[in-house]
Each structure stands twice: as structure tokens, then as C-alpha cells.
């Protein structure tokens, strides 16, 4: 059983940056592919980016390719999405998600675990 708990979010202008990070329970955490997916209003989850088990290969949606990046620290069992260069359509709560089996992964089913969420909202 993992629990993942995201923080970070807010308020931020056009232009800005800010900083998810995504804290989880458990042992095991570095055997988990890690993702943050977005949700806007009346839209579906869309993923944003994924990071390898251990510390590896990132991936990244084309849409936030260049101004997000994902990372995470095993020490800390967190992983983080630091988002620059924010922009309106940004807008949305921001989800964390494990997956025990596929890393990289675009498909919200294939993650074993969520978080509650962060709201982002970027003014323009």
C-alpha cells in the first residue's frame, strides 16, 4: 500500500514558476514508476510526466515539454514537478500516481495509486 500526498500548489502568474512536490509512504517507494497527471475543469486526467524506478528516465508531455520537469529522491520518498514558464492553460489540480508495473505510461489506469490533488491556477 503506498499514500501519496501532494503539496505545492496555488496561485501563480503568467510567466511564473512553481514547485509540486509529492511525499509517499511506504518502503517500497523506489519500486514505483511515479506520474503527476492534470485535471482541468470539465476535462479528463491528462498526463504530464513520468519518472523511471530508481533514478532514471523522465518523460514528459509535449505540451509542458521544456518548462516541466519531473525529479525525484528516493531518500525522501517524494517526487516533485517544478513548473516554469506557466501559462493559463496550466490551470488545474495536479494529481501524483505510483505504478508498480509500467513506467512512462499516458494511461491513468495504469497507476495503482493517487493522491488527493493540488489545484494549480495561473493568472493572465
Known amino acids: 500500500q503506498v499514500q501519496l500526498v501532494e503539496s505545492g500548489g496555488g496561485l501563480v502568474q503568467s510567466g511564473g514558476s512553481l514547485r509540486l512536490s509529492c511525499a509517499a509512504s511506504?518502503?517500497?517507494?523506489?519500486?514505483?514508476?511515479m506520474g503527476w497527471f492534470r485535471q482541468a475543469p470539465g476535462k479528463e486526467r491528462d498526463f504530464v510526466a513520468a519518472?523511471?524506478?530508481?533514478?532514471?528516465?523522465?518523460y514528459v508531455a509535449d505540451a509542458v515539454k521544456g518548462r516541466f520537469t519531473i525529479s525525484r529522491d528516493n531518500a525522501k520518498n517524494t517526487v516533485y514537478l517544478q513548473m516554469n514558464n506557466l501559462k493559463p492553460e496550466d490551470t488545474a489540480v495536479y494529481y501524483c500516481?505510483?505504478?508498480?508495473?509500467?513506467?512512462?505510461?499516458?494511461?491513468?489506469?495504469?497507476?495503482?495509486?493517487w493522491g488527493q490533488g493540488t489545484r494549480v491556477t495561473v493568472s493572465s
Open positions: 519518472i523511471k524506478w530508481g533514478v532514471g528516465s523522465t
Open positions: 500516481a505510483a505504478s508498480s508495473t509500467a513506467w512512462g505510461s499516458r494511461r491513468v489506469g495504469d497507476y495503482d495509486y
Open positions: 511506504g518502503r517500497t517507494f523506489s519500486s514505483y514508476a
